[in-house]
């Protein structure tokens, strides 16, 4: 029972390195495209909100008799 638990477990068939074995690189990717994915958000929403936005008071006609001091004929 002297085995050491926290040296890692080389392994012998390269195609085994993927985000289940290999932690180290995995965290690093998972990292950046989580935070690809959270900058791509924030830059769409903001373009979504400024192609959408508010461009002023656009001229309506109201009719004379709905007016708050009716106008009648």
């Known amino acids: 029972m002297?085995?050491?638990v926290d040296q890692p477990i080389e392994l012998k068939d390269p195609k085994l390195k993927d985000l289940a074995n290999s932690w180290?690189?995995?965290s690093a990717f998972l990292f950046y495209l989580q935070l690809g994915c959270v900058i791509a958000l924030i830059v769409g929403g903001s373009y979504g909100l400024w192609a959408h936005r508010y461009t002023g008071k656009p001229q309506v006609n109201v009719p004379g008799n709905t007016?708050?001091?009716p106008q009648y004929k």
């Open 2 to 4: 002297d085995q050491v």
């Open 24 to 26: 180290v690189d995995s």
């Open 67 to 69: 007016l708050y001091t």
